[in-house]
């Protein structure tokens, strides 16, 4: 068996020990004489798996008390609706646009505004430059009393990311999508109103959603709302009123896991700075490859770069691939090559990328 170095935006790399342990337990977890995906979700076995993935992962972003955490279905993009329809209340919401994912969430709350009532406002956009950069808090005009402002904090297509410090300054409630970012760097999760993330970058397979509420916001959805998407209604039925995606979840515990034993998120935060700071300085000297984001707006786990010259991106992908070294083609939107070094990318991989490009462009340049 051959791993290869995976640079997919997602699903995505999956930490090797989380794959062997799920690999030795798939026949027969803890002596249940069956597997995680084959027992029932309100047995003992699988609360005990959901509990401590809750208790993990509470542990890992240090999430307060006045928070619920959700396990739900529909992928971050169900969010997008998801969301507008708990949360907006017939009032205004304001959305921040850096970039695609951004861009999906504010047109699918536009577009559900008009069903449920309410209104969903655009304050700020970075298209006409490309979403090449992130929004600065001093040019934003925010509704102080906005039902929640909404941003991506990592577009994982254009490579745009915003840590805490680079949050827009608004009396209303934060929601963030951090998908692709989640687990990757400390987070203040008193900042935000609510936090959601699918799953299939730095948490687990893909199916899975994590939604991270801060109670006072829950109970407020439009009576259009079905039931399984209300989040009240899952809180209050500890993410299980329907079967939830029980392997999943118990990847993602085993993935908690993992995390904590590297230290936690301050680990994984030096970690991730060391890769990308690698990548990063080796494009920008490199006098051949080129990244476009403004350097105080560079994703570390997303980062998308171009070749001189467009023609040469087959050849760059096939040798990559001989190299082992896969999944480097870039969003068609953007061109080139995206790497994306989540959490389980180890440093080696990153080293191993870098030399290949040195090569090639040596070969081409
Ligand atoms: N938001 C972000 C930031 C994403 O990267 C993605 C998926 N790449 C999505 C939303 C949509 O996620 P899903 O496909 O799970 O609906």
């Known amino acids: 068996m051959t791993r290869v170095f995976n640079f997919s935006a997602g699903p995505a790399a999956l930490p090797e020990p989380v794959l062997r ?23 003992k076995e699988f609360m005990s798996i959901i509990e401590q993935a809750e ?11 006045n928070y619920r955490v959700l396990f ?65 808090a001093d ?34 409630p934060l929601v963030a999508d951090m998908s692709s970012h989640i687990l990757s760097r400390h987070t203040d999760v008193s900042r935000y109103g609510l936090i959601y993330a699918g799953a299939q970058k730095n948490i687990g397979p893909s199916g899975l959603v994590i939604v991270i509420v801060r109670e006072d916001l829950l109970g407020r959805a439009s009576p259009l709302t079905p039931t399984v998407m209300d989040y009240k209604v899952m809180a209050d039925n ?27 998120l301050a680990a994984m935060e030096q970690r991730n700075i060391e890769k990308a700071a690698l990548l990063y300085d080796f494009i920008d000297d490199s006098g051949f490859y080129r990244n476009t984001v403004e350097i105080g707006s560079r994703s570390r786990m997303n980062i998308p770069f171009l070749l001189p ?11 990559a691939k001989s190299a082992g070294l896969t999944q480097l083609k870039g969003h ?19 080293r191993a990328l870098v030399e290949y490009m040195r090569g090639f462009a040596a070969q081409h340049g």
């Open 309 to 319: 010259d467009e023609a040469l991106n087959d050849a760059f992908l096939t040798g």
């Open 55 to 65: 208790a993990d992962l509470r542990e890992l972003m240090a999430i307060p008390q």
């Open 21 to 43: 342990q799920a690999a030795e337990e798939m026949l027969d977890w803890h002596g249940a004489g069956c597997g995680v995906m084959e027992m029932s979700h309100r047995g």
């Open 238 to 264: 500890g993410s299980m009123l329907n079967t939830p995606p029980t392997y999943a979840i118990y990847v993602a515990g085993l993935v908690f896991r993992w995390l904590k034993a590297q230290g936690g």
């Open 72 to 136: 739900l279905q529909g992928g971050a993009t169900q969010q997008f609706a998801q969301l507008p329809m708990n949360l907006l209340g017939g009032r205004s919401a304001d959305y921040l646009v850096t970039g695609t994912w951004s861009q999906k969430a504010y047109k699918e709350a536009h577009h559900l505004a008009g069903a449920i009532g309410g209104k969903v406002r655009l304050v700020g956009s970075t298209e006409a430059c490309g979403f090449t950069r992130a929004l600065r």
């Open 139 to 172: 040019e934003l005009a925010l509704d102080a009393d906005a039902a929640y402002v909404h941003l991506c904090t990592n577009e994982t297509i254009h490579g745009v990311e915003v840590g805490d410090d680079g949050l827009p300054r608004s009396a209303a």
């Open 332 to 350: 068609k939107s953007v061109g080139g090559m995206r790497a994306s070094i989540y959490n389980a990318m180890p440093v080696e991989g990153v």
